[in-house]
């Protein structure tokens, strides 16, 4: 086996895959690593229990860039997404619910159940989010300019979205002050009276996110939900056959198909730098890979703080990735289910539209923002907010015949817990679960009865097992200021690092977290652009 490689790619979650795919058809010899038993990272399927496949970590497919899967022929080799539709649905604590879904007539009808206004407002708000979202979804696949060096290439591109901004109409360019700056909250009260259909949108600007509803910056983790689509449908959201290991299976495939090599079981110790290159790198097995280029899958604080000497790194940028907020406040719940859930609001435990939805138990937006209050003081929310899924209702090879997967992401239950709580998320986690147990039961009884099978990831698991820094699903938060060409610091957002030869690929680079490979893709294009020079050396 050879220890030599043009690039070598530290972890084989879906962005380290999309950079491999695309280094590989420009001709460049690759090798990705990847720390866990199977290729994924946190976008995998896992059979947990026997008989059960389970999407353990991410677990719905939207913001996929279609360009990504059309260029590595995923297809091709397998990756499938079933459509969700209905979209949501918000069972009540007064024996209410509302269900939404692309049949915008049919959705308006749920929400004129509430409000009559807010169903005639209701197409003209999806109009004005969906132009909002076209401007800013070109960016996504762009590579940010460098605001502290501010090239003439720099200029170039500042002057474009100069351009762009200027041609916008006054309420587009509005909004987009808005998105970057409100809460979600305040950017909706405009809009709706109804507090059931706004708590349902809401849902999408706090989301993974550590804030409220309440919170200025929510706005836009609200359009960055909304910026994907299924089926041409945009913010439509759906399953991926097999799992969400469905879409790293097919990008492996893909990889292997024009060359990349691809190793399980290889965790790396150490990036290896000399005279502010990059060399390659070792693993805990202390075997040593030479390469001309070391791209990072892995989050900012795992690349720079663990796998690479202090020393090696400018003083500056060491401070930024230390600083970067990245604790994150989601905990994800995986059920196998002895039938579906018998909701209170609508009766009956035969497959029905309800059951194919997102389902959300949050009933008010002060609810979200008390959930959110008690986690500000290391607490886990007495009263959480949760997203249940059921994807066997779609794909029956996840389950054995009448019986059910269910994923329960919840939050907020933050990474760092107050030592008056326990003394760790090891400690918590399944009398806590419990806790989630009894709330849903709340709106469904007898659910409690169907559960055969129970995993929890804390915080913590997400961290120890996925390499999740800080539990952080987005390898760093989505906030504005650590967007864009703030992301992952202030003049470093182009991929490239200290380091000549060491790139980041994933998530904790522009356009942040999701499973949409636009990272990866970005990547990929700066690593050719430098790659006659690297060649070099």
């Not at 022929?73 to 069972?91: C, H, I, N, Q, R």
């Not at 469904?444 to 699903?473: C, M």
């Not at 998530?507 to 949409?516: D, I, K, R, T, W």
Request: glycine share 10%; proline share 6%.
């Amino acid at each position: 086996m050879s220890n030599e490689y043009d690039v070598v790619i530290i972890g084989a979650g879906h962005n380290g895959l999309v950079t491999a795919g695309y280094l590989a058809r420009a001709g460049l010899r690759t090798l990705v690593l990847e720390s866990r038993h199977m290729v994924g990272g946190a976008c995998v399927t896992e059979e947990i229990f026997p008989g059960y496949k389970f999407s353990t970590t991410s677990y719905l497919c939207s913001l996929m860039q279609e360009k990504v899967t059309r260029d590595l022929e995923l297809e091709k080799f397998g990756f499938t997404v079933y459509p969700k539709d209905p979209a949501f649905f918000s069972p009540f604590p007064d024996g209410r619910y509302l269900m939404m879904g692309s049949d915008t007539l049919a959705t308006c009808k749920e929400i004129g159940k509430f409000s009559t206004r807010d169903a005639e407002r209701y197409p003209q708000y999806e109009e004005y989010v969906d132009r909002l979202a076209g401007f800013v979804e070109p960016l996504l696949l762009e590579t940010p300019p460098d605001i502290t060096g501010r090239g003439f290439g720099d200029w170039q591109k500042l002057a474009s979205l100069g351009r762009r901004v200027m041609n916008m109409l006054e309420e587009e360019l509005i909004g987009h002050v808005h998105i970057l700056s409100q809460s979600v909250k305040d950017f909706l009260d405009p809009w709706f009276e109804s507090e059931a259909l706004k708590v349902a949108l809401a849902t999408d600007g706090v989301i993974g996110t550590k804030g409220g509803p309440y919170t200025p910056g929510t706005a836009y983790v609200l359009l960055h939900h909304v910026m994907g689509g299924v089926g041409g449908k945009r913010g439509l959201w759906g399953f991926v056959r097999g799992g969400m290991g469905g879409i790293t299976q097919a990008m492996a495939s893909s990889a292997r198909s024009v060359g990349v090599e691809i190793r399980t079981g290889a965790r790396v110790a150490k990036i290896l730098a000399k005279d502010g290159r990059a060399t390659g790198l070792v693993l805990i097995s202390g075997e040593e890979i030479r390469a001309r280029v070391v791209a990072s899958n892995a989050d900012p604080k795992v690349t720079f703080l663990k796998l690479l000497e202090e020393r090696e790194l400018p003083s500056d940028f060491h401070a930024a990735i230390r600083s970067l907020k990245i604790e994150g406040v989601s905990m994800k719940i995986n059920l196998a289910l002895d039938g579906l859930p018998d909701f209170t609001c609508i009766p009956g435990s035969t497959l029905a539209p309800h059951h194919k939805t997102t389902i959300h138990i949050c009933p008010t937006m002060e609810y979200i923002e008390r959930a959110y209050d008690d986690s500000k003081y290391g607490r886990p929310s007495a009263q959480p907010m949760l997203e249940i899924t059921i994807p066997s209702t779609y794909d029956s090879t996840l389950a054995p015949p009448g019986k059910h997967v269910v994923n329960i992401f919840l939050q907020y239950t933050p990474y760092t817990l107050s030592p008056d709580v326990a003394p760790s998320w090891h400690a918590l986690k399944e009398s806590y679960a419990d806790r989630v147990m009894d709330i849903i039961e709340e709106y469904a009884p007898g659910f409690k009865s169907r559960v055969l099978h129970r995993q929890v990831l804390s915080p913590l698991d997400l961290e120890e097992e996925y390499g999740l820094t800080g539990g952080n699903i987005f390898h760093g938060e989505m906030s504005v200021d650590q967007l864009f060409f703030m992301r992952p610091a202030p003049g470093w957002a182009k991929y490239r690092t200290p380091i000549r030869g060491l790139y980041l690929c994933g998530s904790g680079a522009h356009p942040g977290g999701g499973v949409m490979g636009a990272p990866g893709h970005n990547a990929a294009r700066e690593i050719q652009k430098d790659w006659k020079k690297l060649k070099r050396g």
